[in-house]
């Protein structure tokens, strides 16, 4: 079993950064590709980024892609989403999961372990 934690959301204003973190816990983190997904009200949860076990390899979503960053620290068991350039449509509630493989444009279902999300909020 893996835990995962998010933490790091909160309101910002349109063009505004925060940096979100997921904290895992249990089986060995370097293990795994960590991915970030976000649920905007109403709307699917969708991919946004995947970074492979080793940080070397990451995939975004065409709508984050140059104002996002993923990122990991092994030594911490912590993965990393830094947002830049915020807009109102990238408010959602993110979600950190952990898989195995590594996916360029995974789907909810492929994923093995998830954290309980936290919002982000972004005023225009």
């Known amino acids: 079993q893996v835990q995962l934690v998010e933490s790091g959301g909160g309101l910002v204003q349109a063009g505004g950064s925060l940096r979100l973190s997921c904290a895992a816990s249990?089986?060995?983190?370097?293990?795994?590709?960590m991915y970030w997904f976000r649920q905007a009200p109403g709307k699917e949860r969708e991919f946004v980024a995947a970074i492979d076990w080793s940080g070397g390899n990451t995939y975004y979503a065409d709508s984050v892609k140059g104002r996002f960053t993923i990122s990991r620290d092994n030594a911490k068991n912590t993965a990393y989403l830094q947002m830049n350039s915020l807009k109102p449509e990238d408010t959602a509630v993110y979600y950190c999961a952990a898989d195995r493989p590594f996916y360029r444009g995974a789907s909810p279902s492929d994923m093995d372990y998830w954290g309980k999300g936290t919002l982000v909020t972004v005023s225009s």
């Open positions: 249990g089986r060995t983190f370097s293990y795994y590709s």
